[in-house]
């Protein structure tokens, strides 16, 4: 069973790049990587997905190696209302499983 | 854009109600979930729907059950409350990309409902 492990949380400051890592070992071979944001009061917010390699939109980036075992979400230039809790999921259609992770609270300070 | 909306953002009941909570999307989306949400635990997926009346348990389905007469809503039901379902409750529904009833497309999530069991 894939279960997922990121930082409980980070710091960083505006205009700097962030990197999230999420550990997922024992992810499914059909297992897709997803990233969502959330915030206060609000349910949680796609922002990019990937199956490996390298994934980017126009919000982030998302970097998986070739063993898949870990995935980093990358946000570019991060501003104050980046500040959120980001959460790593594990997926798809091999399983009826959808693993989250716990969640990592991303600060940004000015 | 998708609108996922949950019939009550707080709620507080006694030990042994009976709890009600109500989602609607409005994008024909097959797919629905219940989650909830604690602190350190992330979401953990109760129930999910791939069509109308259909239902397959997720991780965490003890204490809960669900109902989807119509494609556009999704129950959760609590019979009987108990503290320890004290919790933010997510809904959130998805489309289904391929054929698949569990795909790993978009879920788009309701605002919550911050139950309290007194």
């Known amino acids: 069973l894939a279960k997922t492990t990121q930082p409980i949380s980070m710091d960083s400051y505006e205009g700097q790049e962030v990197n999230i890592t999420c550990s997922h070992n024992n992810i499914a071979t059909n297992d897709y990587i997803t990233w969502y944001q959330q915030f206060p009061s609000q349910g949680p917010r796609f922002i990019i997905q990937?199956?490996?390699?390298?994934v980017t939109n126009e919000v982030a980036s998302l970097f998986i190696p070739a063993d898949r075992k870990s995935s980093t979400l990358s946000l570019p230039r991060v501003s104050l209302s980046d500040t959120a809790v980001y959460y790593c999921?594990?997926?798809?259609?091999?399983?009826?499983?959808?693993?989250w992770g716990a969640g990592t609270k991303l600060i940004i300070k000015p | 854009d998708v609108k996922v909306t949950q019939s009550s953002r707080y709620l507080v009941k006694r030990t042994g109600e009976k709890v009600f909570l109500e989602c609607v999307q409005d994008m024909d989306h097959e797919n629905m979930f219940w989650y909830r949400q604690d602190p350190g635990l992330g979401l953990r997926l109760i129930y999910f729907s791939y069509d109308v009346k259909m239902k397959e348990k997720g991780d965490i389905p003890e204490g809960y059950s669900v109902s989807r007469e119509k494609k556009e809503r999704f129950s959760l039901i609590l019979e009987s409350a108990s503290t320890n379902q004290t919790s933010m409750y997510l809904c959130?529904?998805?489309?289904?990309?391929?054929?698949?009833?569990?795909?790993?497309?978009?879920?788009?999530f309701g605002p919550g409902t911050r139950l309290t069991v007194l």
């Open positions: 990937g199956y490996k390699t390298k």
């Open positions: 959130a529904s998805s489309l289904v990309n391929s054929g698949a009833p569990l795909t790993t497309d978009t879920q788009y």
């Open positions: 999921l594990v997926g798809g259609l091999s399983n009826y499983q959808l693993i």
